[in-house]
């Protein structure tokens, strides 16, 4: 053969062998997982879950810091600081603290004692608490803690004459397991057909079954 001819055939297969390794090379980076640049985080809702919007709050703790029960998902007890800390799913920094000393059970006599309660400084959902002996020396015992809040979770509002619809902001917001109720308090032939919680936005939309002749009053409240 000569050179003519071998250099064609050479050219090619080097070629050849560059398009192999490329496309190696190549493979391999689609293989090898590069981490792609992020994108936008997704929009986050707001954060009320049914625990949060609870109003049971009071909680039954054992001597030792353990919860024995409570009434809203997601409260926690423990030992903190010589005394008790008791952490509820929702802000109780505005609210009035009742304890005694007492046993989570139902049979035999709880020691005698005293109880002083404040609220956590560190967390506006905990409260704080102390419990002592009868001589009123500081002492684990166990207690019932009862939180009492004023919550406002119903109203009223007024929906224009030509209109039929009314949009309500509801304090504390909306979980997914949250109900509204709407009712119209003066009738003048319409009545609600509608009351729509959205816990994305924590607002309810109340429709009438018409526009409304003139201004009528609607009543609402939430549930959960």
């Not at 007492?102 to 400084?121: F, H, K, L, M």
């Not at 109203?155 to 619809?165: F, L, Q, Y």
Request: aromatic content about 4%; charged content about 10%.
């Amino acid at each position: 053969m000569s050179l003519r001819k071998l250099v064609p055939v050479l050219s090619g297969a080097v070629v050849a062998v560059v398009l192999t390794l490329a496309g190696t090379s190549v493979a391999s980076a689609i293989s090898s997982g590069t981490p792609q640049p992020p994108g936008k985080p997704a929009p986050v809702a707001p954060g009320v879950t049914t625990a949060s919007l609870c109003q049971n709050l009071w909680a039954v703790v054992n001597a030792d810091g353990s919860l024995a029960r409570a009434g809203c998902p997601g409260t926690t007890s423990a030992i903190r600081g010589g005394g008790f800390q008791v952490i509820f799913p929702r802000n109780v920094r505005d609210c009035a603290y009742v304890a005694t000393v007492g046993d989570s059970g139902s049979s035999g006599v709880p020691a005698p004692g005293e109880v002083t309660v404040i609220g956590r400084s560190t967390t506006v959902r905990g409260v704080f608490v102390q419990t002592y002996d009868s001589a009123g020396s500081l002492t684990h015992q166990g207690f019932h803690l009862a939180v009492h809040c004023s919550f406002t979770r119903s109203g009223k509002v007024t929906i224009h004459a030509g209109h039929n619809v009314a949009v309500v902001t509801v304090p504390g917001g909306l979980s997914p397991a949250s109900i509204a109720l709407a009712t119209v308090q003066t009738f003048h032939g319409v009545f609600v057909v509608s009351a729509t919680p959205s816990p994305a936005t924590g607002k309810i939309t109340i429709h009438l079954n018409k526009a409304a002749p003139t201004s009528v009053l609607v009543g609402w409240s939430v549930v959960n």
